[in-house]
């Protein structure tokens, strides 16, 4: 892997130095952030808590990056590689105490189960019919399959019976 310094700009304001990097890592994977860290303390003769990686830009299909790194007065940045290591660790306690406190859930019985929400709402009737001078008329169609009770739904481009599945296509 070899870095390159593309541009270097000093910032007084901020107390930081500000570079633009190219990387070309041949063969390899885009370098982590701690790699990198690494790699730029030992070419610049500096401590990696001064070095923070703000992001890494890799080109699709070639081994090329380029990487905005800041290099502070003071130390403030954490040391990556001491970070990742200790988050293994801590992770691996937690699957440990996971694994040991995981055990066999219970079935409830149906009479425990909490009852669903849902309640079922019956049928307006009075939107299926209209009366008209002493007389009932229907205001849907009867399914041909299923006789007078049953009433068809309509969609856009279809009727359909939702109790024997009877549908007619509408060609418009």
């Known amino acids: 892997m070899k870095l ?4 270097d700009r ?13 990387i070309t890592h041949e063969k ?11 790699l730029l303390s030992a070419q610049l003769n500096i401590e990696p808590t001064y070095i923070e990686i703000d992001k890494i830009f890799s080109k699709k299909g070639i081994s090329y990056s380029e990487a ?6 003071e130390p403030i940045v954490k040391d990556l590689e001491k970070e990742i290591k200790e988050k293994q660790k801590t992770e ?3 699957t440990k105490e996971e ?18 929400k849902k309640k079922h709402t019956k049928v307006k009737i009075w939107k299926l019919y209209n009366i008209k001078d002493n007389k009932v008329e229907r205001l849907k169609e009867a399914c041909p399959r299923c006789g007078e009770g049953t009433f068809l739904a309509r969609y856009k481009n279809r009727t359909y019976c939702g109790r024997c599945g009877w ?4 060609n418009e």
């Open 167 to 170: 549908s007619q296509i509408k």
């Open 99 to 116: 694994k040991i406190k995981e055990e066999p859930k219970e079935k409830k019985s149906q009479k425990e189960r909490p009852k669903s």
């Open 28 to 38: 390899e994977p885009t370098p982590t952030k701690a790699a990198l860290q690494k």
């Open 10 to 22: 000093e910032n007084p304001f901020l107390k930081r130095r500000e570079l633009l990097v190219d």
């Open 92 to 94: 691996q306690k937690e």
């Open 4 to 7: 390159e310094i593309k541009q």
């Open 68 to 73: 905005k790194i800041k290099i502070w007065k």
